[in-house]
């Protein structure tokens, strides 16, 4: 793997630091591609900047562990990662916006196409080409965002004007209630997905993101796309999340203050200190991705940070740039100026702050803000 170059400023400057473990990152893919039969193709949804972690670093180091195939959402990073692995397979998945068939065709790049319109703009390029080029085909199975329904998927499939000039790569679909495997959509999106594609079966298909992967060889088909699983998320709500952590987020601790008890913290005066405190104010906001829904209030907890080993309870309402910390509790030698306090990462699980924030680690992560210092290393 090469070498980090040096952050372009001195580290001491940064309000605080984003450390990715590539090796833990190809280490998940290699997991997760040993759950799959051997038949099955292991891909990698890389989209939103690799869930906020950097495309051209994860592309690079899930490429080295042996994947090959990438889901990408928008064109503009479908191009940029083809400069980068000219050999991979890459697919787009928010499909052929209009007039954009040319930039796919020239950089080799799949669109993942979902409506009557795109097949047929698809199929008029293959046409005017003289050649088969690859698309997949993406059939709705329940969720209602993109896809072809299943009467619009059989119609087309028999209709030789638009798959006649090519054949589908990949016919996919997605599912909706992966995270909850005991929800009765699994099993409906499953059978229909079963049954539409039961006639085709020249064609290879894909139905498993990270959940799907881990709900069992049913779920698998040709080829699986697992995304925040890879990036150290918790893709089953139930199941404990055995993924390797592959980023920590840090922040510098600004000052130390004491607080008296019935004095309150923060912007709308929201959290009052029931006994005299101790407060590590941090240089890391909303603006850094630190969710703005973890704030915490008399009313409500909010979300923590880890000190040494010592949980550290958000005091008041998240800033953009600051973060008050209650470290009361936490020895006076961890607490040194300047020193990083963990916000996010091995000991601060995004999913557990994600229940605060009432959101999704996947929020956690494609939010992370670009004003900190990024670092690829291992996070040991
Ligand atoms: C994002 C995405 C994935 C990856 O999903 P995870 O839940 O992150 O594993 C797979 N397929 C599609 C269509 C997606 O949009």
Redesign the pocket.
Known sequence: MSIPEPPPFPSDLYGGRLTIDLEALAANWTELNGKVDSRTECAA?I?ADAYGLGQERAGQALFEAGCRTF?VAVATEAIALRAQLPQAVIYV?NGLFPGTEDHFVRHHIRPVLGSFCELRDWAHICKAAGQNLPAAVHVDTGIHRLGLSPAEFSAAMADSDLLGPFVPSLVMS?LAC?SVPAHPMNRRQLDLFREITAPFPQIPRSLA???GILMGSDFHFDLV?????LYGGQ?IDTQANTMRPVARVEARIMLVRDVPEGDTIGYGARQTATRPLRNAVVSAGYADGMLRRASSSDERPGGFAMIGGYRAPILGCISMDMITLDVTDVPQELLQRGALVEMLGPNVAASDLAAYAETID?EYLTSLGRRFERVYAPLT
């Open positions: 949804a989209k889901f998945l997605h992966g993101n990270s959940a796309r697992p995304g925040i699983a893709a996947y």
